[in-house]
């Protein structure tokens, strides 16, 4: 990616990028509070793709904004080929008590200890025409492609060690989701439309001891949801900073439930505990 400040509050970039889409993803996974991003992300995350992306930042009446864009090919990293079909990306964030400390915004949990309640909240579109695999920019292929628009929706709030999290996200088609392979109408595959919100709520320690909550879920829509299941995750995460999020010890533990929708497939209840040593530069 390369970047030209024009301004100081504008500038733009070219190459391969994280797209402006929902705040979990644009977070860096050194960043992070759990052992991986949510279900939510996974499902239905913008993820990275190549092409012209705009960054302007200002205030209006002492309230701070960002606002981002990107016309991309909609085919996600490292493709070698691309479609007829672009992709439109837009979002924009205001902070209206104050900028976060060291872009805390973009950090889980509150490690800086605000001694002022800091929030942002943020929204935004995107519309992937053709695309040609099954979540937009990421998944395998499908057999036809299709127009995926997105919605989505997060804000981030953090006080004095306290910090909360949550957001939405929405793909919908209007076109059919389910495509079929031309020379074997058994084959199916179907691009993953539906919705899903992430919540999440810690609380740091003096010591940078923290302890983390997250209630996730997915649920596909009407007419995919005899094919995927509605999946939520309930965790618990207990982390010891050493040197915030560059160096720390995490732990997890958590219940997953997938629904399933159709009577030919059993749904399925697991537990999971997760221990990770993360050594960051």
């Not at 070698?80 to 992709?87: E, F, H, I, Q, T």
């Not at 942002?120 to 127009?147: P, V, W």
Request: proline content about 3%; charged content about 20%.
């Amino acid at each position: 990616m390369v970047y030209y400040h024009l301004t100081p509050k504008f500038y733009i970039g070219f190459g391969q990028g994280k797209l402006p889409g929902n705040r979990e993803r644009i977070i860096s996974s050194g960043q992070q509070q759990f052992y991986d991003r949510s279900v939510v992300n996974a499902n239905y995350t913008l993820d990275r793709d190549f092409g012209l992306f705009c960054y302007y930042s200002n205030q209006v009446g002492g309230i701070h904004f960002n606002a981002k864009g990107a016309v991309s090919t909609g085919d996600g990293r490292n493709q070698l080929k691309s479609d007829n079909g672009l992709m439109y990306t837009g979002r924009i964030e205001v902070l209206p008590m104050g900028k976060f400390k060291k872009d805390g915004d973009f950090s889980e949990g509150d490690l800086e200890f605000e001694t002022t309640p800091k929030i942002s909240i943020a929204g935004g579109y995107s519309a992937n025409m053709n695309a040609r695999r099954t979540r937009g920019t990421i998944g395998t292929d499908l057999f036809e492609s299709r127009d995926l628009t997105g919605i989505f929706a997060d804000m981030v709030l953090k006080y004095q060690g306290w910090a909360l999290s949550s957001e939405f996200i929405n793909r919908t088609s209007r076109q059919p989701a389910l495509t079929y392979n031309p020379a074997d109408s058994t084959q199916t595959a179907y691009a993953m439309t539906g919705h899903g919100v992430n919540t999440q709520i810690s609380y740091c320690l003096p010591g940078y001891w923290e302890f983390a909550l997250r209630y996730a879920y997915s649920e596909p829509d009407m007419e995919i949801n005899q094919l995927a299941m509605h999946d939520s995750y309930y965790v618990v995460g207990i982390n010891k900073y050493i040197r915030k999020h560059l160096a720390k010890l995490q732990a997890s533990v958590g219940y997953r439930s997938q629904k399933s929708y159709n009577d030919m497939i059993p749904g399925k209840d697991s537990m999971f505990f997760v221990f990770q040593v993360e050594l960051g530069i």
